[in-house]
């Protein structure tokens, strides 16, 4: 499991490489040739206020902290839905709901995440992504007779790299992280104090752009 994730995390990270690389150098054909048929570069008709959708499957490890807790990290599969519109070449603004489950000796454990995010894509092309936003956690840790569970608020950040394979289609490798400190932990009902929930996750989806019809507004031809 550990050789897997540190393949996924070398693939995001060369990818982001590729993409900085400035022109004339060796090797930096390879970027923009992934773009050839990227969502932004088809016949120039993509435009600002289109929107876009994605999602995503992979491996994540949750962790509790309090008082009473232990603050393992526990390993489970993963999900993401994401979507929301464009704003400009450079941001996309949208919500993206990200689930967490194990079932192991008897207790089930849920993570779910509700985030507002922002997409801001540094380079010429629209290829390396970095995320950032805001929302609500929630944790069920359950088994017969005990249920442990946790509302919480707080900020989640991610970075992950868009391989075109059609037209407004890419293939998403990514990494993110939820950080929530701010709620209450419950155990049956009653209030045990403050805590922090913790979510890091690897995954790889899809993700969607579509244009819109309305005249006006098209990228700039070295966005494509």
Not at 68 to 74: A, K
Not at 182 to 209: A, C, M, R, Y
Request: aromatic share 10%; hydrophobic share 40%.
């Amino acid at each position: 499991m550990l050789r897997n994730c540190q393949k996924a995390i070398a693939v995001v990270a060369l990818c982001a490489l590729l993409s900085l690389v400035p022109a004339g150098v060796p090797g930096a054909g390879i970027a923009p040739a992934l773009g050839q048929s990227a969502p932004y570069s088809d016949d120039g008709s993509v435009r600002a206020g289109g929107w876009w959708y994605g999602f995503a499957a992979g491996w994540g490890w949750s962790r509790v902290g309090c008082d009473v807790c232990r603050g393992d990290l526990v390993g489970g599969a993963t999900g993401m839905l994401k979507g929301g519109i464009t704003q400009s070449r450079a941001l996309d603004l949208g919500l993206e709901v990200n689930g967490w489950h194990q079932d192991y000796e008897g207790v089930n454990r849920w993570h779910g995440t509700f985030s507002l995010m922002g997409y801001y894509y540094p380079g010429p092309i629209r290829r390396l992504v970095l995320s950032g936003g805001f929302g609500m956690t929630l944790y069920r840790a359950a088994d017969e007779e005990n249920a442990f569970t946790s509302t919480s608020f707080g900020p989640q950040f991610g970075v992950g790299y868009e391989i075109p394979v059609g037209t407004g289609l890419s293939l998403t490798p990514q990494l993110e992280v939820v950080a929530a400190g701010l709620g209450d932990l419950q155990f049956n009902g009653e209030t045990l104090g403050s805590g922090s929930l913790q979510l890091v996750k690897l995954g790889i989806g899809l993700t969607w752009h579509k244009a819109t019809s309305s005249p006006g507004s098209h990228y700039p031809e070295e966005y494509s």
